[in-house]
């Protein structure tokens, strides 16, 4: 059977598709070219992150297509229901990359509560002529410990957030509509754990009681932060996104770290991915990164692993 990895997959889920019979195909295929690369291949199943879109129409003009395997957490590329409907299986790996978002989430803020974003990008070009006046622009930052984490989707991801802010010292408050509570376990290099339950609030209290909100629920058709949310939170407040573009309302955004209701947002994905508005990408109370929440080394093995598994399974 022919599986195209058409996003790419880690040499580590190649080397297990290929053991048990299976051909993988890496070569990236185009958009308006996957129709006719999969039948004139006869492809048996297709593997996409977030850039390839598996849709309808895709799905009726392939016939030899049996499985849809995503990457990742999302599937909103996917036209899921309607590929089960037409009999084909349908995979993500939702564990596997919990870890790696949940540690940028923090890369951000620990960028962010002392200026790293801001003043990675003064240094090199005026640290050798004000140094000092830096130095005093930059001595403002907070510690993240003892401080709140508010936690808005307590899935997979959320709950990976969770750990580590426990582990820092912060106090921890999450809101979920399908989730209410979740034991957080924390295990230790000495083989040593401890578990912390965490119940969840309702979202109210989660705006008006965090010093940072984190965003970690799936595709939404609306906003799930706009100026009327942002309002309702702290003076001062940082915001991270590093969950889906579209959920967080960009034009407000902009206008609370302007006007200081926001101190500083981190944002990992976008409204407009792969052409982020440019007042974003200008700010200097924004720390940005190109949507790579996922992507650590050891993230893309277990997706790879996870991934082959599951066609094993399901193919093999």
């Known amino acids: ?22 051909k993988v195909i890496t070569t990236k295929v185009a958009q308006n070219q996957l129709e006719n690369f999969i039948n004139e291949n006869s492809v048996d199943a297709i593997l996409v992150r977030s850039a390839t879109q598996v849709r309808q129409e895709l799905i009726d003009a392939c016939p030899s297509l049996k499985l849809i395997g995503r990457g990742g957490v999302g599937m909103d590329n996917i036209d899921v229901e309607y590929a089960i409907d037409q009999g084909l299986q349908v995979i993500n790996t939702p564990a596997a990359s919990s870890n790696s978002v949940a540690e940028l989430v923090f890369a951000h803020l620990f960028g962010m509560v002392r200026f790293l974003h801001a003043s990675n990008r003064e240094m090199p070009l005026e640290g050798d002529t004000r140094f000092k006046e830096l ?28 750990k580590v802010a426990i582990g820092l010292g912060m106090y ?11 034991d957080i376990t924390l ?92 007042q974003l990408l200008m700010n200097p109370k924004i720390s940005l990164t190109p949507h790579i929440g996922a992507a650590t080394f050891e993230a893309q093995d277990r997706i790879g692993l996870e991934l082959a598994e599951q066609i094993i399974k399901h193919l093999g």
Do not use: W
């Open 1 to 22: 059977m022919k599986i195209l990895a058409n996003d790419g997959i880690s040499q580590s889920g190649i080397d297990a598709l290929e053991k048990n019979g299976f």
């Open 135 to 162: 130095k005093k622009v930059y001595s403002q930052g907070i510690e993240l410990r003892g401080k709140t984490i508010g936690i808005i989707g307590f899935g997979r991801i959320g709950q990976e957030v969770a």
């Open 172 to 182: 921890v408050l999450a809101c979920d509509n399908q989730v209410e509570s979740a």
């Open 187 to 278: 295990d230790f290099f000495n083989g040593q754990k401890t578990t912390f339950t965490i119940n969840t609030s309702d979202k109210e209290i989660v705006l008006k009681e965090s010093d940072f909100i984190t965003l970690h629920v799936p595709a939404l058709d609306d906003y799930i932060i706009s100026a009327t949310e942002i309002n309702k939170m702290k003076d001062g407040v940082a915001i991270i996104n590093a969950s889906r573009g579209g959920i967080l309302n960009e034009v407000d955004l902009v206008k609370a770290l302007e006007n200081n209701k926001v101190m500083y947002a981190g944002l990992d994905v976008y409204e407009t991915e792969p052409s982020p508005a440019v």
